[in-house]
T-cell receptor, first 112, second 113 residues
Framework: QKEVEQNSGPLSVPEGAIASLNCTYS??????FFWYRQYSGKSPELIMF????GDKEDGRFTAQLNKASQYVSLLIRDSQPSDSATYLC????????????FGKGTMLLVSP | GAGVSQSPSNKVTEKGKDVELRCDPI?????LYWYRQSLGQGLEFLIY????????KSGLPSDRFSAERTGGSVSTLTIQRTQQEDSAVYLC???FGQGQEQFFGPGTRLTVL
């Protein structure tokens, strides 16, 4: 059974701090991993994807993937109040599944 | 270029009526997905299209739900005899191919009175 687990939060951090969002997945053969941001009342927006073990940086965002431990994380440096949203982790399971498997999301609150 | 578009943005209907929701994917995207998201909940997969065919309809909650895609582009999700539990935001997403990053439309908020 394919599962993607995220802590529902809320994760509260002060402005300027590093926010660390974590995600674990059950299907060891999963191949690609995505982070989406969803503001309240809006649709999910893709912010990063990662395919290989290690880190991938894009501006203030860093995605980290560890396939051996089956976790993927998203770090947000210099967090801003505008980063307050729900962050969804999505995993592409091995062939045979039609769509990405989405976690239920972690709510991030950045206080000024 | 244009993103995924959906219409209407909001739909209020009475219990028992039929509704049609439309999705126009990003040009060139062969894969199209419908999801449902109830208030405060995660994404619920409904159906996946590859081109005009729907190899995975496993998420459709009942036979009142159906969807089609024509010309490998626009898709319509139809809900017959709507029930109050159908109230949710219906999201459409598209991607170049299965398993690749999906781009979401703005959603249709359906309210069944």
């Amino acid at each position: 059974q394919k599962e993607v687990e995220q802590n529902s939060g809320p994760l509260s951090v002060p402005e300027g701090a590093i926010a660390s969002l974590n995600c674990t997945y059950s299907d060891r053969g999963s191949q690609s991993f995505f982070w989406y941001r969803q503001y309240s009342g809006k649709s999910p927006e893709l912010i990063m994807f990662i395919y290989s073990n290690g880190d991938k940086e894009d501006g203030r965002f860093t995605a980290q993937l560890n396939k051996a431990s089956q976790y993927v994380s998203l770090l947000i440096r210099d967090s801003q109040p505008s980063d307050s949203a729900t962050y969804l982790c999505a995993v592409n399971p091995p062939s045979g599944y039609s769509t990405l498997t989405f976690g239920k999301g972690t709510m991030l609150l950045v206080s000024p | 270029g244009a993103g995924v578009s959906q219409s209407p943005s909001n739909k209020v209907t009475e219990k028992g009526k039929d509704v049609e929701l439309r999705c126009d994917p990003i040009s060139g995207h062969t894969a199209l997905y419908w999801y449902r998201q109830s208030l405060g909940q995660g994404l619920e997969f409904l159906i996946y299209f590859q081109g005009n065919s729907a190899p995975d309809k496993s998420g459709l909650p009942s036979d009142r739900f159906s969807a089609e895609r024509t010309g490998g582009s626009v898709s319509t999700l139809t809900i017959q005899r709507t029930q109050q539990e159908d109230s949710a935001v219906y999201l459409c997403a598209s991607s170049f191919g299965q398993g690749q990053e999906q781009f979401f439309g703005p959603g249709t908020r359906l309210t069944v009175l």
